[in-house]
């Protein structure tokens, strides 16, 4: 079964700080890895996905991710923090194939800038 | 929240009630998601659904019933024989045909009374 963890419940930085959100994942085949942010009382937002192909991925508000093979990790990253990021972070794979193509996620990541 | 509407946004369930969330989509995605989020922990595949006319159970469905007789609404009932109901419940959409990301809408808060 596939699963992703991401190993820290919370991280806090300081505002205009590089940041990065740890994910780590374990699939049969090929990953297909996906970051969402969800702030207080609202859906799940889209920020990036790993499909394939370059292993450095850009995704909207900034944010980019690093897929690296050898290490199963996808983390998320972003050069310089904003008090706005502030939210919670999921990491996702797909789990299945065919019509499911539903996702596992993550337990989440609470990031915390601070001004 | 793009394209996808979930409501009410807030609902209250009583003892042995059945309960409906509505979710509705105007994406022309042909699959839709139901998911469970409890605190602390990432969200959980109830039902999902490819087609119209055709649903699959998820990981966690005792206790829940869904059906897809349009392509733009997925309900999903939450029955008296689900014990712990109380969660947050998310919708999301898909477009098939290898298209792989999901779209989620708001969410609907599910508390028992």
């Known amino acids: 079964a596939q699963s992703v963890a991401q190993p820290e419940d919370q991280v806090n930085v300081a505002e205009g700080n590089p940041l990065t959100v740890k994910c780590t994942y374990s699939v049969s085949g090929n990953p297909y890895l996906f970051w969402y942010v969800q702030y207080p009382n609202r859906g799940l937002q889209f920020l990036l996905k790993?499909?394939?192909?370059?292993?450095l991925v850009k995704g909207s508000y900034g944010f980019e991710a690093e897929f690296n093979k050898s290490q199963t990790s996808f983390h998320l990253k972003k050069p310089s923090a904003l008090v706005s990021d502030s939210a919670l972070y999921f990491c996702a794979v797909r789990d299945g194939g065919g019509g499911r193509r539903a996702l596992t996620f993550g337990s989440g990541t609470r990031l915390q800038v601070q001004p | 929240d793009g394209g996808i509407t979930q409501s009410p946004k807030y609902l209250f369930r009583k003892e042995g009630q059945n309960v409906t969330l509505s979710c509705e989509q105007n994406l022309n995605h042909d699959a839709m998601y139901w998911y469970r989020q409890d605190p602390g922990q990432g969200l959980r595949l109830i039902y999902y659904?490819?087609?119209?006319?055709?649903?699959q159970k998820g990981d966690i469905a005792e206790g829940y019933s869904v059906s897809r007789e349009k392509k733009e609404s997925f309900p999903l009932t939450v029955t008296s024989a689900q014990k712990n109901p109380t969660a947050f419940y998310l919708c999301a959409s898909r477009e098939v045909a290898t298209k792989e990301t999901q779209y989620f809408g708001p969410g609907t808060r599910l508390l028992v009374l």
């Open positions: 659904s490819q087609i119209v006319n055709d649903f």
């Open positions: 790993y499909i394939t192909g370059d292993n």
